[in-house]
């Protein structure tokens, strides 16, 4: 496991292994939560209608860049994310490196008619089911920071929650591992774990290895409305992209520039 992340799912496994909650009871709880909304049809729906679907983030800061935009407003980045015409939301809720919450989530959903992935490091089941309780409607599940039995275990428990789960590879053998364990979305993280430098390639090798059927997502290093088209042209059916849109002046302008309607 490369070092930055051994040192994040390392506190967070910490963390996790003080919870004594019952599983099946966590389970229950999440199961009584609010409807869903649908996260791939939400993306399916906008890659038909735009080539390819954004799922615009939201983040405060990074271990690799710092403060983003600390004093963020959530949900009216959430609403700038919508009016802009992203599929769906991202929302970073680990505190301690990214400087996110829960709340932050709770807000930028109640904002806003989209889907909202819970961007974190999940390392137990309970952390999977916390998820939905805190109103996320899909789940980020990272292979690298997993074990195959793990990965298993969180995609089922995903589905008896009510969430889709989106799995986060690196290269060619955590999207074998992926693919063993029943992902059928599936997220290609262009960013080197070791050096935090961005390889575009990765992406466009791992996109010809999706099979069909497989909703493919890329993440990480999209600046502009090109490295889009490219992903899109690769077969990728949705872009997550953070740093870029936090970052711009004008929220809306920028992501609807990543969609080819800009000015």
Avoid: W
Wanted: net charge negative; hydrophobic share 45%.
């Amino acid at each position: 496991m490369p070092a930055y992340l051994e040192t994040i799912v390392t506190a967070h496994r910490a963390q996790a292994a003080l919870d004594r909650r019952d599983l099946d009871q966590a389970v229950e709880e999440a199961g009584r939560c609010g409807p869903v909304r649908p996260f791939a049809p939400a993306v399916r729906d906008a890659a038909a209608r735009h080539g390819i679907g954004v799922i615009a983030e939201i983040k405060r800061r990074s271990p690799s860049k710092g403060d983003l935009d600390p004093t963020l407003d959530p949900a009216l980045l959430a609403r700038d994310y919508q009016d802009g015409g992203a599929a769906c939301l991202s929302v970073l809720t680990d505190r301690e490196f990214f400087g996110g919450s829960p709340d932050d989530l709770r807000s930028a959903r109640s904002a806003c008619s989209l889907p909202v992935l819970r961007k974190d490091f999940t390392v137990s089941a309970l952390d999977v089911c916390d998820a939905r309780v805190m109103g996320a409607d899909a789940v980020l599940l990272i292979v690298a920071a997993l074990s195959d039995a793990e990965l298993s275990s969180f995609l089922d428990v995903s589905h008896r929650c009510g969430l889709t789960p989106l799995v986060e590879v690196h290269d060619e053998l955590e999207l074998r591992r992926a693919l063993d364990a029943g992902a059928d979305i599936i997220g290609v993280n262009q960013r080197d774990l070791h050096t935090f430098e961005v390889d575009h390639q990765r992406a466009q090798k791992l996109a010809a290895m999706m099979p069909p059927g497989v909703l493919a997502v890329a993440e990480s290093g999209i600046q502009d409305d090109g490295d889009v088209r490219r992903l899109a042209e690769a077969g990728y059916r949705a872009v997550l992209v953070g740093e870029a849109l936090v970052r711009s002046g004008d929220r809306p302008a920028a992501l609807a520039r990543l969609l080819g309607h800009g000015t």
